[in-house]
């Protein structure tokens, strides 16, 4: 990315000054979320959708809606390639307290919700009910640790923690029982190939099915 007011060029995964006057700052990372179109209007009924720019539209600079496609028969080329996982195995990445983690999302579809300890910090990744979108949480409460597990055979998506038995939801936040009203903290995830997310996070692991 190119800034307009310096010339700064900036990496995208870390939000880098790589080049420019701005060379070595950092921009401050925010949560953020990638999911489908359906979820999210079905969270926010009366949001409103960017329009596109149609100057730049009519100039052809946008991506063309195949750009996935196209991109998956070029050559992937960095100057480390972990060959751990195919590098383009799509992950969910996430970082907590300086601890980086890949979780496979072929993993997560088989066994959401996943339960985790990263960085000292119990975590909850779970998979929502269009089976895309993808969200990670602290699972800790009022100091307390909490076990999730999906409710059965029920739409939308409610999680029973085994402690309280009460019910939330894919935003996570408590919808019924003894902690109806709590919100479970969002953490950083990012939606991303293996390559990349190895290239710019070097001492990430990676989730194993089965583990807990």
């Known amino acids: 990315m190119r800034d307009e007011e310096t010339g700064s060029w900036w ?8 080049q420019g006057p701005l060379k070595g700052q950092h921009l401050h990372p925010v949560i953020h979320e990638e999911l489908t179109f359906g979820l999210w209007k079905q969270e926010n009924p009366q949001g409103r959708v960017l329009k596109p720019d149609e100057a730049i ?13 196209r991109m998956l ?3 992937v080329a960095t100057t480390t390639l972990d060959k ?19 979780y496979p999302f072929d993993v997560i579809a088989k066994q959401s919700p996943i339960l985790d300890d990263l960085g000292s ?22 100091s307390r640790k909490l076990e999730f597990f999906v409710k059965p055979n029920v739409s939308p998506l409610r999680l029973t923690d085994a402690e309280t038995g009460s019910e939330w939801d894919f935003t996570g936040k408590a919808v019924a029982g003894p902690m109806s009203g709590k919100q479970l903290p969002k953490l950083y995830a990012l939606d991303d190939y293996w390559f990349d997310w190895k290239t710019y996070n070097p001492n990430t692991t990676i989730y194993q099915l089965g583990n807990r």
Request: charged share 30%; hydrophobic share 40%; proline share 6%.
């Open 121 to 142: 910090q119990p975590i909850l990744v779970v998979l929502g009910d269009d089976k895309k979108s993808v969200r990670v949480f602290q699972r800790t409460v009022d």
């Open 84 to 102: 751990t996982l195919e590098p383009r195995t799509l992950v969910v990445g996430t970082k907590v307290n300086n601890a980086a983690r890949a």
């Open 11 to 18: 990496q995208q995964i870390t939000g880098e000054a790589i």
């Open 57 to 69: 539209e009519r100039a052809g600079k946008y991506a063309p809606a195949d750009w996935e496609a």
């Open 73 to 75: 028969k070029v050559p």
